[in-house]
């Protein structure tokens, strides 16, 4: 157990609809780090906030949108949904600003848009 | 942006080495990591090695960098049936860019 929890664990939507996963990070833990694992896109690097700004931006659609509250807890805004939005949803944390050590990744949040 | 590749399987006998590889594109990164995803789980950090260092050794998992040839190589040694995951190789110039991982198939 890494202490990241994210939820839900599963969730099954339609295209066009808009759902939100919410991820808490290691207590203690400052950046929280959003990617989506496709299996034909594999993993990749979606958004990351530190304290509660947001520090870096990878793939990610303007469809999604992310923050992180002031309890350090994120949320992950996927709207307009579409068939090629299912994938596996990870948050990470660690405990500084792009710490170079270690991210402690939650278990997902399998999204399937039908 | 950055390019991190690695082969998609790899195929071993329980009790052999496994030598998973990785080529990235930008030289820049401070660490490069390892992690390792078993079915249905997040990624789990094996062990990274800094950019300045060769080789890296922790228990059965020795890294092998070649800055170079921007290669990265995972050996696990004495392979187990528990070893079976999808490794991942990353690296974090200014954001995390992982490959596509490695499926590690171990028969027993």
Redesign the interface.
Known sequence: DSGVTQTPKHLITATGQRVTLRCSPRSGDLSVYWYQQSLDQGLQFLIQYYNGEERAKGNILERFSAQQFPDLHSELNLSSLELGDSALYFCASSVRDRDDNEQFFGPGTRLTVL | GEDVEQSLFLSVREGDSSVINCTYTDSSS??LYW?KQEPG?????LT?IFSNMDMKQDQRLTVLLNKKDKHLSLRIADTQTGDSAIY?CAD?F????????TKLNVKP
């Open positions: 401070t660490y992690y789980a997040g990624l789990q950090l990274y991942f974090n200014n954001k995390f860019y992982f490959g596509s991982g």
